[in-house]
């Protein structure tokens, strides 16, 4: 009873209706009053007797359908309800949009909140067909669009204005978005959100780039422009004018710290051909001189950049020697260990120019012959990574000279590391290496294509890749390989159909497999970044009967769909995976994976967890890479526990996979993360196995290197603040995934590398001393330990046998020596006993003090010089504090080089000199000649 009375107060109704019969028979009555108010009892009543009311339903659409009829709405409410119970929601869909106001937004029930999503996803569907399409499409139903504007209108008056705008931007309202943005009274805030959404989220390049327009233009409407994000909004859209425009105003009002922070950005983040065109309309213009404009041009062309981050390199460079001797060591005398050493080492000092390990043992590095020697000196190009203006005196001794003298193999892998120290800036010397292709050796015009290729990166220049084309006619598999490679890097990220179609054409007219591979990785590096652009080709290669070209297809997913996310294509990659009857195919395939989802890392080890089950090995091994891809530096618990079985896997080149993943995984993470320490001793034991897989043992001492990559001081990165994808990073990951096919290939991971680092630079462009503060305590993210160096045991010396009558002649002659022998003997025993026990002293002050180290709690915080490593999870902590004379321009740290104020410019700066080097050509310094002297044939004789 009690329950019915509370039934009663809640909804009076439901205490006598057991049944919606009588409600309903009165729509059969011939007054409309009486209709009306079975409506309206039936619109409250349809959640608990829809069932009921479903057998009525051809009634209610006939009302619904009667215009005459003064509550058609409302009949046309009760049928959207009817068929939103019965799982009908386009009809339910159909109905509400009949219903029109009787249908209220504004209501928090599942119906409409269910009806209203489904209203948005039909007007995004018609809305982006609309937009994409180039034939005239219908426009949307008004209906569908009223529903639409109303919980606009609704969000405004609630006051979220991100809602609405991220809706916009689904539903390609560029009119909303701005309203959205106007209206929420943080514009700054809201522009930040808006920019974030576009470089993460928007996937159509056209309207990507209306709305960066449009960013780009309420950020200049402020009255205190960001000019920094202005920048951004203009590279993405690879507007060199109007970056030329802002650098303009900023020097106009006097605000040089920004322009060049600007600067520093522009040549971290943008292509060679846009740095070019930036450069090329700064010396056009006529008021571009002055100290202020010289700065800018030479922080622009890499005179100032490169070497900061070499110098930050080389000073805190904390590579373990010791780790890489015990490796060696621990290996045979084989030329595959070898290789995996020489590149270990090259990971292991990348960028810090140190090469110490190269000359310790010069007898062991002359066995490496062939290509493997050409792999030992490209190495060099890695550990000499970004040091641009030394590059041809350091590798002096290997580059190809005037006389035939000399190994082609030194010479084609000197000019491949030239093009890795210089990858993506090496405009200066593309003369150099076009000059070497028209060798007749077939190892050094290898070389030198790959190194031309890397040294112009991203140029489009069309007259080199003719030249390189033309090499193709040959049909040499060793230069054609290299050349078809190089092709795709200078066409990288221009979409160029027309070089894409003279790649494809000629992977029908070769038989050279090498080629093939060659044209089918060049050819996805050219749709870099094209996303629907690329699509055509794409499903044409899927079809292809050769599965050099399928795997191809699946490359060129990996590039042009690189960070998206993009549900249709992870399903294609998915099925191919599973379906396709080639192994290359179905690993590059989940491999691709990685390269779709690295901006949201935590979703990839559900979408790869069955994957890395399957029965094929080929698979298994590609789950591994995508999540090394996708991961890198990220220390992923998920990730790392999907790995770790796949180390104990039967295949060793699963095993190595799994290794080199591990390490990718685990970059720059602290000491205290669980996984570091055992993966260190897996990998040790792995190389100190005898029976181990030579795969295996090869990706563990390769897989070593990289995780102590860069002297402990970079990390794998493929996107840079602000969402910016990094082409530079993305196209060396894809490449270096094909030192499956091709062992050299294992060099382009270093393109990947990223310095981890807060470089502070004044306006003059000096590193000025100071400190940075790392608001968590020191340990959390200090360097590892160094492999201690085995003490040697000393052997105990035995006494030695001595004959009875040796004895007694020996007491004899110490009883005539006297007593002064004697008094000797004592002194020295007292005297060694006093030393040991200031030993025991000395040892025992030691241990308190260590003991009083360890009691003493750790400090909060710590004081970083100026240039500091920070690795990526460690810069949110990272500040200035407000009473330092430098003031950085940023309002938060973003990794890399910042621009510092100093707040009192009278007194006196101390800087850390950085070496500044030479133009880097060695024949153009001569030594001077002698003093004049006067020749004495008497003295010579």
Not at 158 to 184: C, H, M, N, P, W
Not at 475 to 497: P, Q
Not at 715 to 737: P, V
Not at 753 to 780: A, F, G, W
Request: charged share 25%; with cysteine.
């Amino acid at each position: 009873r009690d329950r019915c009375v509370l039934r009663e107060e809640k909804n009076p109704t439901m205490v006598h209706l057991t049944s919606a019969g009588g409600v309903l028979a009165m729509l059969d009555e011939e007054e409309p009053e009486l209709k009306v108010f079975a409506l309206e009892r039936l619109n409250e009543l349809v959640d608990d007797f829809w069932i009921e009311i479903a057998e009525s339903v051809p009634k209610i659409e006939a009302l619904s359908e009667e215009k005459d009829f003064s509550h058609h709405t409302l009949a046309a409410l009760l049928a959207s309800k009817v068929f939103y119970h019965l799982g009908e929601l386009e009809d339910s869909l159909f109905f509400a949009l009949a219903a029109g106001t009787q249908f209220d937004v504004n209501q928090k029930t599942l119906y409409v909140s269910t009806i209203l999503a489904k209203a948005i996803d039909e007007y995004t569907k018609v809305q982006q067909q609309a937009f994409d399409s180039t034939e005239a499409v219908q426009p949307p139903d008004p209906r569908l669009k009223a529903i639409v504007d109303r919980m606009f209108a609704h969000c405004f008056e609630l006051k979220t204005f991100k809602q609405a705008a991220g809706i916009a931007l689904e539903t390609r309202r560029s009119d909303v978005l701005r309203q959205a943005i106007v209206k929420s009274g943080e514009v700054s805030v809201m522009l930040a959100y808006v920019f974030e959404c576009v470089m993460t989220v928007l996937n159509n390049l056209a309207y990507r780039n209306d709305v960066l327009g449009l960013v780009a233009q309420l950020y200049l409407e402020q009255p205190d422009c960001d000019y920094l994000s202005v920048c951004q909004c203009y590279l993405v859209l690879d507007d060199s004018s109007a970056i030329v425009k802002v650098f303009h105003q900023l020097v106009t009002e006097n605000k040089t710290p920004l322009a060049l922070q600007i600067a520093f950005d522009l040549y971290d983040r943008a292509t060679q051909k846009t740095l070019t065109r930036v450069i090329d309309e700064l010396v056009a213009g006529d008021a571009a001189d002055g100290p202020t404009w010289e700065k800018i041009k030479s922080i622009l062309q890499g005179k100032v950049t490169l070497p900061l981050y070499v110098e930050f390199m080389s000073r805190n460079n904390h590579a373990d020697i010791v780790l890489l001797k015990n490796t060696k060591a621990a290996l045979p005398k084989h030329s595959v260990f070898q290789s995996a050493v020489i590149m270990s080492n090259s990971l292991m000092f990348a960028g810090t120019t140190s090469d110490t390990f190269l000359r310790l043992d010069p007898e062991w590095m002359k066995q490496a012959s062939n290509w493997a020697k050409f792999n030992t000196v490209a190495s060099i190009g890695v550990l000499h990574k970004g040091h641009t203006m030394e590059a041809m005196k350091v590798l002096s001794p290997y580059l190809p000279k005037d006389s035939a003298a000399g190994s082609p193999y030194e010479k084609g892998g000197s000019l491949y590391a030239l093009g890795l120290i210089c990858a993506n800036h090496g405009t200066d010397r593309v003369e150099y290496l076009q000059a070497q292709l028209k060798t007749t050796s077939e190892v050094v015009q290898h070389g030198a294509c790959l190194g031309l290729g890397l040294a112009a990166m991203a140029t489009e220049n069309k007259a080199l890749f003719e030249e390189l084309r033309s090499l193709m006619q040959f049909d040499s598999a060793v230069t054609g390989e290299a050349a078809a490679l190089a092709m795709g890097l200078i066409m990288a990220g221009s979409g160029d159909t027309d070089a894409v179609e003279k790649m494809r054409q000629y992977t029908t007219e070769t038989q050279h497999e090498k080629i093939i591979r060659g044209l089918a990785l060049g050819i996805a590096l050219v749709f870099y970044g094209q996303q629907e652009n690329a699509d055509s080709t794409i499903n044409a290669l899927l079809t292809d009967q050769d599965p050099i070209m399928r795997m191809c297809a699946c490359h060129t997913i990996a590039m042009a769909y690189a960070g998206t996310n993009e549900n249709k294509v992870i399903k294609l990659l998915l099925h191919k995976a599973v379906s396709d009857v080639n192994d290359d195919v179905r690993r590059s395939a989940v491999t691709a994976l990685g390269f779709l989802l690295f901006r949201t890392p935590d979703h990839v080890p559900s979408v790869v967890s069955l994957l890395c089950e399957s029965f094929n090995p080929h698979v298994r091994y590609g789950s591994c890479m995508a999540l090394a891809i996708a991961c890198a530096g990220t220390g992923l618990k998920e990730a790392l526990s999907l790995i770790e079985p796949m180390t104990q896997d039967s295949e060793g080149f699963v095993r190595q996979g799994a290794y080199l993943a591990m390490a990718m995984v685990l970059m720059q993470q602290p000491n205290s993360h669980p996984k570091i320490d055992s993966t260190r001793k897996l990998l040790a034991k792995a190389i100190a196995d005898k029976h181990e897989d030579i795969l295996a043992r090869f990706g563990a001492v390769y897989a070593q290197g990289l995780l102590e990559a860069g002297g402990r001081n970079v990390c794998i990165s493929l996107s840079r603040d602000h969402g910016h994808k990094d082409m530079q990073a993305l196209i060396g990951l894809l490449t270096f995934t094909q030192f499956w096919f091709w062992f050299p290939l294992g060099h382009f991971i270093s393109l990947a590398l990223r310095p981890t680092s807060v470089i502070c630079v004044n306006t003059d462009l000096k590193m000025p001393k100071m400190n940075v503060t790392s608001n968590c305590p020191p340990s959390t993210f200090a360097y590892p330990p160094a492999v201690e160096v085995p003490k040697e045991k000393t052997r105990e010396k035995v006494e030695t046998a001595v004959l009875s009558t040796t004895s007694k002649a020996k007491a004899r002659a110490k009883k005539s020596e006297g007593m002064d022998v004697d008094d000797k003997k004592k002194e020295d025993e007292d005297k060694k006993k006093e030393e040991e026990d200031k030993k025991e002293e000395e040892k025992k002050e030691g241990m308190d003090v260590d003991e009083a180290k360890k009691d003493e709690p750790e400090a909060d915080f710590s004081e970083l010089a100026n240039p500091a490593r920070v690795v990526p999870a460690q810069l949110e902590k990272i500040s200035i504090s407000a009473d330092s004379r430098y003031q950085p321009v940023r309002s938060t740290f973003q990794g890399g080089i910042t621009i510092v104020v100093d707040r009192t410019p009278g007194e006196a700066e101390e800087f850390i000199e950085v070496p500044v080097p030479d133009d880097g050509d060695v024949d153009s310094k001569e030594p001077s000649p002698p003093a004049p002297f006067e020749f004495n044939p008497e003295l010579d004789e």
